[in-house]
Every structure is written in structure tokens, then in C-alpha cells.
């Protein structure tokens, strides 16, 4: 297999996504990390959150297999070490 099978986890934020692209003119989706662009699903999400004044914001951008593989590794090995110091 070439490329990774993706599912994903919340069909909300793909709908809000394609909405913002199709509104936006844009015509690939693209790696938030990277910039490479997407073919298909993306591999991963990412996620951002803030506030401004009461309003909470948060954004889910697309990751390509290489970034989402990276950044969840990063934070499986950041969360083992925290549990080995307890």
C-alpha cells in the first residue's frame, strides 16, 4: 500500500473545512507544517486553540503523512517522559 489510510475522527470540522476552502477559492488542501500539498485525505490534524475576550477559538489544520507521523511520535515520546518522572 502507498499510501495511508486515513479516517476521520470528526466529520464536523472536515464539513467546516471544505466550506472555508470553497469560500475561499481555494483548490488544494495543503499541510499546515510543510505547505505540501494533499492529495485525498489528510493523514492527521492538528490543533489550535485561543481566546479572544470570552470567545474560545480553535482550528483544525490538515497534516500530511510525514508531519502527522512527526508530531505525534513528538508527543507519545514527550508524555513517556513525563510519566517516567512522574
Not at 475522527?9 to 475561499?24: I, K, N
Request: charged content about 25%; some cysteine.
Amino acid at each position: 500500500m502507498t499510501h495511508p489510510i486515513c479516517i476521520s475522527v470528526d466529520a464536523v470540522a472536515d464539513s467546516a473545512l471544505r466550506a472555508h476552502q470553497a469560500a475561499s477559492g481555494a483548490t488544494e488542501l495543503r499541510c499546515d507544517v510543510c505547505d505540501a500539498a494533499i492529495e485525498g485525505e489528510p493523514a492527521g490534524r492538528g490543533l489550535y486553540v485561543w481566546s479572544r475576550g470570552d470567545e474560545l477559538r480553535i482550528e483544525e489544520p490538515a497534516l500530511c503523512g510525514g508531519c502527522a507521523v512527526a508530531i505525534g511520535m513528538t508527543a507519545l515520546s514527550a508524555w513517556n517522559v513525563e510519566e517516567e518522572e512522574g
